[in-house]
């Protein structure tokens, strides 16, 4: 079994700001991490991906995120927002097995102010 | 490429009333998904397939059938719609499961049912 918890629903931060959301996983296996991001009216597309190699992942405009196994988290962060970076993002989680699912957590809303 | 398109954009039904979702895509992907999108709740699997002829239920399967005669093609039928599947469904592809592809997301379809 998996699941992902998001902790906070909205973050709200100034441009130029750090961001930080926050993630935490469970599963039974080896998983998978992802950070999807979905701009308002949009579909779904990946920011960035663990799949056991580095543990700090990069992903698309300039955001990052850590695997830490003991903590069982996957935050995501990025050292200074832009107008463009508002939106909702989801981590999501799978097991890494053959055809397995994903898991999404439920969101988190980024509001950033001028 | 026009990646993974779905029609239509936005669909008003009366409950009782049937109708399906259109998927295509044209990456030659071989997993393919639905996911319902309701706020607060993230994005829950509905069904999915790993191929032509072979589909399987996700979370939330109960009022919805899947058949996969192409590669290409994934619609999504409702049987008899109710309000509660008011929602936002997503289509979604990989070239193979989730364990640790991409998942490349369509536009989205806007269910209203009344």
């Known amino acids: 079994a998996q699941s992902v918890t998001q902790l906070d629903s909205h973050v709200s931060v100034s441009e130029g700001t750090p961001v930080l959301l926050r993630c935490n996983y469970s599963?039974?296996?080896?998983?998978?991490l992802f950070w999807y991001v979905q701009h308002p009216n949009k579909g779904l597309q990946l920011l960035l991906k663990y799949t056991s190699a580095a543990t700090l992942v990069k992903g698309i405009n300039g955001f990052e995120a850590e695997f830490k196994k003991s903590e069982t988290s996957f935050h995501l962060t990025k050292p200074s927002a832009h107008m463009s970076d508002a939106a909702e993002y989801f981590c999501v989680v799978s097991d890494r097995q053959g055809y397995s699912t994903l898991t999404f957590g439920k969101g988190t809303m980024l509001l950033v102010s001028p | 490429n026009a990646g993974v398109t779905q029609t239509p954009k936005f669909q008003v039904l009366k409950t009782g009333q049937s109708m399906t979702l259109q998927c295509a895509q044209d990456m030659n992907h071989e997993y393919m998904s639905w996911y319902r999108q309701d706020p607060g709740m993230g994005l829950r699997l509905i069904h999915y397939?790993?191929?032509?002829?072979?589909?399987d239920q996700g979370e939330v399967p109960n009022g919805y059938n899947v058949s996969r005669s192409t590669t290409e093609d994934f619609p999504l039928r409702l049987l008899s719609a109710a309000p509660s599947q008011t929602s936002v469904y997503f289509c979604?592809?990989?070239?193979?499961?989730?364990?640790?592809?991409?998942?490349?997301f369509g536009p989205g379809t806007r269910l209203t049912v009344l």
């Open positions: 599963s039974s296996y080896s998983p998978s």
């Open positions: 397939s790993v191929g032509a002829g072979i589909t």
């Open positions: 979604a592809s990989s070239r193979l499961g989730g364990g640790t592809d991409t998942q490349y």
